[in-house]
């Protein structure tokens, strides 16, 4: 497996990347080639610094340009063609590269995704989904968490089939049970979205729906996919992103349950959805987040995750 | 004043609201006169037993039947004319009481509220808040949190004027800041509501409004009144209320900011925009629930808070 790197994304770049590929190297055993892309002249000195030596397993792609995080997406894109960002998509659109992974603009890594790599045929929108921590010690997904703030029943229904895919695939859960976010338990429950398609859930052969969830069980095992319009999860990741917060003001960051609500554990965001694996990271990705999204990337990779979702819609 | 306290509401009925209603007696100043609406055979010795008398400021008015909580309301209201909550809508209609509390079926609660004793001219739809503790020690208010799923731009704007009012009147903070509960911190984020109701917030000038919030800044002082949607309110009051629950797994429910998710401590749900006071209890209400919604209560007769409510709206 051959996975792109971008050293230039992240507010500590290019370092902690540098970091979390010294700790995936150190600690994994199943090890890919990774393809440092970045510039040359800053990325050598820290790879040398942390003894990683540029051999078959680690080569440095040289990128002369950066996007930056304000830099409105396509046209940077566009303009830039020797950024870090757009010389991955080329090389992975390529095939030089089996999957993609920056924690730079989450715009142009979008952008990319879905102009560069492209959405599955079939599929009506791409998704992001978020892992969910659950109290028994399990962990879940919610999606989509961003991509989609308005939706249609329809595509609730493909991130139902693209949720089960992930939690099949990269999650090892077999037979995923999928819920509903909703208001209320009973079928009918809930705005117009979730009216129209609690009955398309229902009657999916091809996912386990197990019907409504409410905001209070979404970290209690009654659900594995819980799928849910891009404003509402979005909104519903990012108050969970400050239950971490907020432990840790009460110094309780390292209790077993709320630390599990630190980004760094899951690393990245995939893009579901598209021809190929790409990871998008948080902008403070630390080296714990980048080795994990490594990670992350070898699953997609070794699971031929983008291959099965193709299947779902073509059959 | 006088309050009317639906005795046979909630799961531990009548011991709770009795027990709640000592608490109320015993602890607080200005005190009103409470009129304990429920079975007389029932009430009665649960009242000696905790030793409070019969007089001016305690009285028993006997409601021979009670709304279950399966019931469908409307059906429930209009037949069982006899039940405590039936009873208690008709004193508030007439006067008799100058606020309505009940911890029993919330649906009849509702039925009542907007049918019995009616919407404000001029607001579109009532709707129901909750408080919202901040790590700074305050508290704020996010609304709507279920009364209305699906909404439109002119309701989020009518929500700010009655959350801002609510805020003063009953939270002392005056000119309240309201923000936007959406996805990003930039004007034209979020879904088609959001961006709708943006500019609609920012061109009224009888609110105090600082721009959009974020589902990790909820419990941040970033603003005081926060409005989004039924749906997405109730999902994140939801999972709030989760939080206490993983707090008190975690043994960490005395926590000093935990602790303030508990509903005890906040009582019940007022309906913002009828004509009269009423407050909803949550099902599992127990004493220290029943006294603070009596206080509640108080605080929204002494402030005359529904005539402000009214004068918004015509002003």
Chains 1, 2 share one sequence.
Do not use: W
Not at 80 to 109: E, P, R, V, Y
């Amino acid at each position: 497996m051959n996975i792109g790197l971008d050293m230039m994304g992240g507010d500590y770049a290019p370092s902690e990347a540098v970091k979390g590929l010294a700790l995936y190297l150190n600690n994994n055993s199943n090890q890919s080639s990774v393809l440092c892309i970045g510039n040359e002249a800053e990325v050598t000195p820290l790879l040398e610094s942390y003894d990683i030596a540029t051999d078959k397993r680690v080569t440095i792609i040289h990128a002369e340009d950066v996007i930056g995080y304000n830099e409105p997406p396509t046209k940077a894109l566009k303009e830039k063609t020797q950024s870090s960002i757009s010389i991955g998509f080329k090389l992975l659109a390529s095939g030089q590269i089996d999957a993609f992974i920056s924690a730079g603009n989450t715009g142009a890594m979008m952008v990319g995704a879905m102009y560069s790599i492209k959405a599955v045929e079939g599929v009506l929108r791409p998704t992001i989904p978020t892992l969910v921590p659950k109290l028994n010690g399990g962990t879940g997904i919610l999606l989509d968490v961003g991509l989609n703030s308005d939706c249609k029943p329809e595509q609730l229904n493909q991130f139902a089939l693209m949720g089960s895919e992930y939690a099949k695939n990269i999650l090892d859960i077999p037979n995923a049970r999928v819920g509903l976010l909703n208001v209320g338990e009973e079928e009918g429950k809930g705005n117009i979205l979730c009216q129209a398609t609690y009955p398309l859930l229902k009657e999916n052969t091809q996912i386990n729906f197990c019907g409504n969830i409410e905001g209070r069980d979404l970290f209690k095992d009654n659900a594995d996919v819980v799928v849910c319009d891009g404003f509402t999860g979005n909104v519903v990741l990012k108050m969970a992103e400050s239950i971490y917060e907020i432990a840790a003001f009460r110094q309780m960051e390292n209790d077993e349950f709320f630390h599990r609500f630190h980004y760094e554990n899951y690393g990245g965001t995939p893009v579901l959805g598209i021809n190929k694996p790409v990871i998008i990271g948080h902008g403070i990705s630390n080296d714990k987040a980048f080795k994990n999204m490594i990670i992350q990337a070898e699953s997609m990779i070794g699971s031929d995750f983008c291959e099965k979702i193709k299947r779902v819609f073509t059959s």
